[in-house]
């Protein structure tokens, strides 16, 4: 099982306003003032250094923090391009149709400077909704008409397995698939719990045996049986910002 893991932050520029100083000594004069010297061009914003995983330092930390201000979730602010800042840039690299790369250049802080809106997946538009975008693999949880959390997550991978549903004495086999429609939330759970296929942190269910929960191991690509994993530090307070019977629509988005 491939395993990925990886984390990105917020940008914030400063401008300050310099006051224009009078040269000492000069005699106030009757008519508007003539400045002998060109007014002086306001300077660039500093060059944003390349960014990888592992990197460490104040910009890491405004990246974190501008993500978070755009509704994605890094984890804490603390400087270090960690796997949760990744999994926040891999967000917002899908919604903004970059490629996902843990590597940060030009191409990536001109659209971290000026963010696409998360497109929606389906006519309706409901208020509160979980929008879950299959082929560019991200979820947008929607309050009052307005994107809430937009998180990274891994679907179902698609290949064939063989296992036994509860209460069953024989396996039975099938692909690993998240299916797309409608839906609702439903049944959920508080902390770990156990299914035939493994252990899923605080479920929500939405589709049958089919839910959102957290898990370990959320790779760039889709691993799962077909559930929607989602990082561990989004998952302990998902199920708090979505109720029951919350409209659920899964696209695979051209």
């Known amino acids: 099982m491939r395993k990925t ?47 990888k995983p592992g990197a460490k330092g104040p910009d890491v930390r405004a990246l974190q923090r501008r993500l978070r201000d755009l509704h994605y979730d ?18 917002f690299q899908a919604v903004n149709r970059l490629k996902q ?11 971290l400077d000026h963010p696409r809106q998360p497109r929606a997946m389906a006519k309706r538009r409901e208020a509160d909704r979980v929008d879950v975008d299959l ?19 891994s679907s179902g991978s698609g290949e ?26 439903g049944r959920r759970a508080s902390g770990w719990e156990t299914s035939p296929l493994g252990r899923l942190y605080n479920p929500v269910y939405f589709n049958g045996g089919i ?6 191991d959320v790779p760039r690509f889709p691993a799962s049986h077909g559930c929607v994993r989602m990082p561990m530090h989004i998952a302990a307070y998902f199920p708090r910002l979505v109720g029951t019977g919350v409209p659920v629509h899964v696209r695979r988005a051209v």
Do not use: M, N
């Open 211 to 216: 839910a959102f929960h957290g898990a370990l």
């Open 135 to 153: 082929r560019r693999q991200y979820l947008v949880l929607y309050k009052d008409g307005k994107p809430r959390l937009i998180t990274h997550i």
């Open 5 to 51: 893991a990886v984390l990105l932050i917020p940008i914030v520029l400063l401008t300050a306003c310099e006051p224009v100083e009078e040269r000492a000594g000069e005699a106030a004069s009757p008519g508007p003032a003539r400045s002998s010297s060109k007014p002086s061009r306001p300077k660039p914003p500093p060059a944003r250094r390349k960014l």
């Open 160 to 185: 064939y397995y063989c296992a036994k549903d509860r209460g069953a004495t024989v396996p039975r086999c099938r692909y690993a698939t998240t299916g797309t429609g409608d839906f609702r939330t």
């Open 101 to 111: 790369t843990g590597t940060l250049g030009k191409t990536f802080w001109k659209a």
């Open 74 to 91: 890094p984890g804490q602010a603390d400087g270090r391009y960690g796997p949760s800042t990744q999994l926040a840039v891999w967000a």
